[in-house]
Each structure stands twice: as C-alpha cells, then as structure tokens.
C-alpha cells in the first residue's frame, strides 16, 4: 500500500515482530534516523537501544535492540539484531539486576537500560 512501510525486527534467533508501519525510527552508531515511506535505500549500523515502529493504526511498538543492522530498500525496513525484546516480554525486576550486577560491563549496562526504558520503567 501507498505510503506504506513493510517493517521487520528480527533477534539472532527469532523473528520479534513484523507489520505495516508510517515510520520506524532507531538509533545507530551515527545517531537516530527516522524512515518513512519512500526512504532512500540505507545500511546502518545499530546501536544498542530503543527502535520505535509507528503501525499504520497508530500504535507504537517498542523494541529493545543489541547491536545489529538496520537495511532500509524501497518500501521494506529490516532491523536485523543480536538480540531484541518488545516490552511484553520483559521481566523489569529481572533487568534490574542485571543492570546492578553489570557494574563496569558498559554493554552489559546498556542493554539492561535499554530493555528497561522499552519496558517503561526509565
């Protein structure tokens, strides 16, 4: 469809979530992007954090990614990461402790902080 994103995140070991999408905004290693319908092609570096997906009904769904790529061609957005969770399925008490328990891991740390901003709770 006309102005129409075909979107797919993808974890190393599962696909997380895909649908028709307005915008797909994620962060890479030179900053956020934002992709809309009609994008020019791109291969981007992820960074650790947040990937907002904007359905075409206006929700906003939410994942966490670890690292990976973002490929945007024509009309189809793949976010292909290391690992990546939605916001149902964080344990937020969990990640907590993983966060404390990441001391001086900045990676480590990174992903708790991210997971837990996707689950709401930063």
């Known amino acids: 469809m006309a102005g129409e994103l075909n979107v797919e995140v993808v974890a190393a070991d599962r696909k997380v979530w895909s649908g028709a999408a307005s915008i797909v905004v994620a962060k890479t290693t030179e900053g956020e992007i934002g992709i809309m319908a009609g994008h020019e092609p791109v291969l981007g570096l992820l960074a650790t954090g947040v ?5 075409s009904e206006g929700e906003a ?62």
């Open 51 to 55: 990937v907002t997906v904007r359905t």
């Open 61 to 122: 769904v939410l994942a966490a990614v670890d690292r990976g790529f973002l490929s945007v061609s024509e009309d189809h957005v793949a976010v292909l990461a290391e690992a990546a969770q939605l916001a149902d399925e964080i344990d937020a008490a969990s990640v907590e402790s993983e966060l404390a328990a990441a001391g001086e891991d900045q990676a480590a740390s990174r992903w708790a902080q991210a997971r837990l901003q996707v689950a709401g709770v930063r």
